[in-house]
């Protein structure tokens, strides 16, 4: 069965930064979109960054200019980059895999099992 891992969650203080990994989903969805999720307390779980087979991206205008997502297409490895972190990115992050190069996470079929990221001020 297809599934993804997610690693590289941690906490850290307002300002500073983190790289989750998450690694999959396999072969059968090799060339599908990836994007990065994230859920925080008492919200709704909500795209911030989405990557093509080809490159191309996508960011929530909440993380325009601080978060970078690329992607290993030969090891199947999908990074985002979180610089200048705030007290309101803390949340549970997500990958998942899908055809649709959007931030509607309705669109993703392939999940991981989350990544938490604290970032106290």
């Known amino acids: 069965q297809a599934q993804l891992v997610e690693s590289g969650g941690g906490a850290v203080q307002d300002g500073g930064s983190l790289r989750p990994v998450c690694t999959g989903p396999?072969?059968?969805?090799?060339?599908?979109?990836r994007a990065w999720c994230r859920q925080g307390p008492q919200k709704d779980r909500e795209g911030v960054a989405v990557?093509?087979?080809?490159?191309?991206?996508i960011y929530a205008d909440s993380v325009q200019g601080r978060f970078t997502v690329s992607r290993d297409n030969v090891k199947d490895i999908t990074y985002l980059q979180m610089n200048n972190l705030e007290p309101e990115d803390t949340a549970m992050y997500y990958c998942?895999?899908?055809?649709?190069?959007?931030?509607?996470?309705?669109?993703?079929?392939?999940w991981g099992q989350g990544a938490q990221v604290t970032v106290s001020s």
């Open positions: 396999g072969y059968s969805h090799g060339k599908s979109d």
């Open positions: 990557i093509g087979y080809g490159g191309s991206t």
């Open positions: 998942a895999a899908g055809r649709a190069l959007s931030l509607n996470t309705m669109y993703y079929s392939v």
